[in-house]
Each structure stands twice: as C-alpha cells, then as structure tokens.
C-alpha cells in the first residue's frame, strides 16, 4: 500500500509519472517525500536506433549543465553514432575508394588494347 504518511509539497495532487514522490527518513526522524525525476532515454545511435554507451542519460535540457566528456565519446561521430556504424561507414567507404581505383585500371587498360 502508498505511504499515505507523506503528502504533496506542490501544488498538484494528481498521481502521475511527473509528480512521483518517494518517502525518506531524515536524520531527525521525519519523513519527508523527495520528488523523484523521469527516467530518461538517453541518446540514440542515428543509424542502428542503439542506444550509446559511455553518455549519461540526461534530459536535453540538463546536457546545459554537463561536462563536454560526458555528452560525446573521443571518436569521429563520437556523441552521433555507435562505434559498429562507425566502423562500417569507414569500411564502406574504403571499398568505394578501392572500386573507383579498379575502375580506373580497366578503362586505362581498355584504351591500351589494340583494336582489332
């Protein structure tokens, strides 16, 4: 059963998931109700839809307040995309690089051929 002993300190009266209070025990021995805030989602890879790790799950807001190490990670993309899509965007890339250089040998080696 709810701790009926604590009550609103705010003026709403209504059970929400924003209005959550949990009943602590003071040095004094009162009880008191402490607001707890949301959980938060935190950030998400912009690729995969992952969540990332190494960041704080923060409201946008309170990222104000944090220090630049804690909202991204010492990567390229650092605080956007995980480190997989990272790493598959690189590889990717690095195929497009080596395809185009193929490409370039067999036109080179096409225009040497004798026409025959």
Request: a positive charge; hydrophobic letters at 30%; glycine letters at 8%.
């Amino acid at each position: 059963m709810k701790d009926t002993r604590v009550t609103f300190k705010r003026r709403h009266a209504y059970n929400t998931k924003s209005n959550v209070l949990k009943a602590v025990k003071t040095p004094g021995g009162r009880l008191v109700g402490h607001y707890a805030s949301k959980k938060r989602q935190g950030p998400k890879c912009g690729d995969c839809k992952c969540s990332l790790p190494g960041i704080k799950h923060l409201s946008s807001f309170s990222y104000k307040n944090t220090h630049k190490r804690e909202r991204t990670v010492s990567r390229a993309y650092g605080g956007s995309r995980c480190a997989g899509c990272v790493r598959q965007r690189v590889v990717r890339a690095f195929l497009i690089e080596e395809q185009k250089i193929v490409k370039q040998m067999m036109m080179e080696k096409s225009k040497k051929a004798p026409k025959a």
